[in-house]
């Protein structure tokens, strides 16, 4: 099964493809969606939309799983980043791509079984688990870590119903 | 000119088209998006993102004109209509209609000349302006005004202009 994870953000959203053959994890492709600075914020939000929709169209996912938010350091925030929440969530329905959502508490401690990893300790369990020695941006080790957490949570799931 | 307004909210998103011809504002056509409740938030957000650029295909609206929302009750009430608003601009970019926005003092200024007007005011004033005699929800009505604030925006920017 192949699985996109996405970490919205209104500056940077990160997007990570991770597979799972054989009872093993394995990288596919990552990356981040960014513009530049002076764009108009519809501009942007329509821009991680297509994006994603492009991802979608190009590797197959059968699964989206996309990071939670339930705080935010106030409300303009939490207002930028229900936009670009929206525009994720948009792309997946449009695509035929079913939705998962996880808390950073259960993707932390999914991944690096420790609710309050840094991001760098995240991505440094991210290239274990993936096998990789090549070097990520935060953002996109965050997504790539959203999808382990969804495998990982499909195992967990796949175990209880036994 | 044909003005598509929203009046974005996670429970019930109106909308209106209102048309100028020759100085003059007439009603084309309004309604609201809702949704059985039990439906998952994802499929809501996609829901109003379909329906909008199924409004969009169906009228050609040149320009979409919606609230903006600074101030919002809490950080949840914020993320909620952030993801409304996030479809409603990914589906206007996508249909490759304009974006305007107005904040809830310009609209009502704009619509009653009074800032602090009620929504029951705003309706009153919307069926004055556009010689309706028929009774529309209040969603609908603002979504209408958010319509003819931009094209009362425009005539100002075009007196501007000379």
Chains 1, 2 share one sequence.
Not at 121 to 148: C, E, G, P, Y
């Amino acid at each position: 099964m192949l699985v996109l994870g996405v970490d919205p953000g209104s500056l940077v959203t990160g997007y990570g493809l991770v597979k799972k053959e054989g009872g093993t994890l394995g990288y596919v492709a990552g990356g981040k969606i960014s513009f530049p600075h002076p764009w108009p914020f519809h501009q942007r939000i329509h821009r991680i939309f297509s994006s994603l929709v492009e991802i979608i169209e190009t590797y197959h996912p059968e699964e989206m799983s996309i990071e939670d938010i339930f705080f935010a350091k106030n409300v303009k925030s939490a207002l930028k980043i229900g936009h670009v929440r929206g525009a994720a969530l948009v792309a997946a329905v449009q695509c035929g791509v079913k939705v998962f959502e996880y808390t950073p508490l259960q993707i932390k401690q999914s991944v690096v079984g420790y609710g309050r990893a840094t991001k760098e300790q995240v991505r440094a369990m991210v290239k274990l688990l993936l096998k990789l020695d090549t070097q990520f941006s935060l953002d996109t080790s965050d997504a790539l870590a959203v999808a382990i957490c969804h495998h990982n949570w499909v195992r967990f799931e796949d175990t209880l119903a036994v």
